[in-house]
């Protein structure tokens, strides 16, 4: 019997391994226990049966106020938040034919920081902060421009887009700390606590306009990610096969710029998820694109969703920023990358 099995839906037909449905649905529902548990935690603990059963069907009790305005919100925007990140980092390693790839550090995170945090200093009490997002990305689009510029010499090697990238990621970091200094004393707590990453005080007006910000990024995803894989080709072999590399290259990073811009503007510089969550993916689905992006997605959101956990569990009453406990494991996972290359 073969391995492999073809799904075909219009002109649409992709090919996929028998063996990798076990583990996708593995996948799943531990992604799902880890959001039920995370729904039932908290000051007041909800067992939980109780929580499934809320879920499927509300009432006026206290407890289904609290999981469906509180903690459903939070959780449901911590996942989307993660996966967002996840799915960035993948395309960029991927496209890069680089394991270090990741929005933070190619400078994503940091000018998407810089460009959210000018904002929420300077313009937010006049415009509001409905359109801080879109100057997180704004700023994010800018830092990979300006990395493109620096590094293109005949062509873009891994090597030198990584090292432009670490270059223009300092100086948006000084350009954050530039703004910090100069912005009314009124803002800073609050972009120090953006800053570190929270998805403190969620809404379900955040996830509804993070998810039209991802909407954004669709149509270029959908329409690019199915040349990826010729892209870890070199640009002669792509070209002759028939593909557009620039083209191709400028729609992914302009998706990826999307949805590390959206997410970022939305619960702060999450740092190290766009970086571990890839190479979890890999260890899992070695070869299939698509397998790798489902699995990065829900480890993606899984992180985030268990550091936001940690972050208001272990210190009560105090509600750290989730940013904190995702460093704490992504900072020893980054140099446990670095010396692996080194070897």
């Not at 995803?221 to 593909?243: C, E, H, M, P, W």
């Not at 503007?265 to 970086?275: D, E, H, P, R």
């Not at 070869?287 to 569990?313: E, K, P, T």
Request: contains cysteine.
């Amino acid at each position: 019997m073969p391995d492999s099995r073809l799904f075909r839906c219009g002109p649409f037909s992709r090919l996929y391994s028998r063996h990798l449905q076990p583990i996708l649905l593995l996948c799943t529902v531990i992604t799902l226990l880890v959001i039920l548990v995370a729904l039932s935690m908290g000051d007041v603990a909800i067992s939980l049966q109780q929580t499934f059963k809320l879920l499927v069907k509300p009432d006026d009790s206290v407890q289904s106020f609290i999981l469906h305005e509180l903690r459903l919100p939070r959780v449901t925007l911590a996942f989307l938040a993660g996966g967002g990140l996840s799915l960035a980092g993948l395309i960029m390693q991927t496209l890069i034919r680089n394991p270090l790839a990741s929005p933070d550090t190619l400078g994503i995170t940091t000018g998407a920081s810089a460009g959210a945090l000018l904002w929420l200093s300077f313009f937010s009490l006049q415009y509001g902060s409905a359109l801080m997002p879109w100057a997180a990305m704004g700023g994010a689009a800018c830092a990979v421009g300006l990395i493109f510029l620096l590094s293109w010499r005949n062509g873009l090697t891994p090597l030198r887009l990584i090292l432009t990238g670490v270059g223009v990621s300092a100086l948006a970091g000084a350009v954050v700390t530039l703004i910090l200094v100069f912005s009314p004393l009124t803002t800073t707590f609050s972009a120090w606590v953006w800053l570190s990453g929270s998805v403190y005080a969620a809404t379900w007006e955040k996830v509804l306009r993070l998810l039209l910000i991802y909407l954004w990024a669709l149509p270029a995803l959908l329409f690019s990610l199915r040349y990826l894989k010729t892209l870890q080709l070199n640009d002669a072999l792509a070209i002759g096969l028939g593909v557009r590399v620039q083209l191709i290259r400028t729609l992914l990073l302009l998706g990826c710029v999307i949805l590390s811009g959206g997410a970022i503007a939305l619960v702060g510089a999450m740092a190290f998820v766009g970086l571990i969550a890839p190479h979890l993916a890999r260890l899992v689905v070695r070869n299939g694109l698509f397998g790798q992006m489902f699995i990065a997605i829900c480890s993606g959101g899984v992180m985030v969703v268990i550091a936001d956990l940690l972050a208001r569990m272990l210190f009560r009453p105090a509600d750290l920023p989730a940013g904190i406990f995702v460093a704490l494991v992504g900072a020893p996972f980054f140099l446990w990358l670095l010396i692996r290359q080194r070897t």
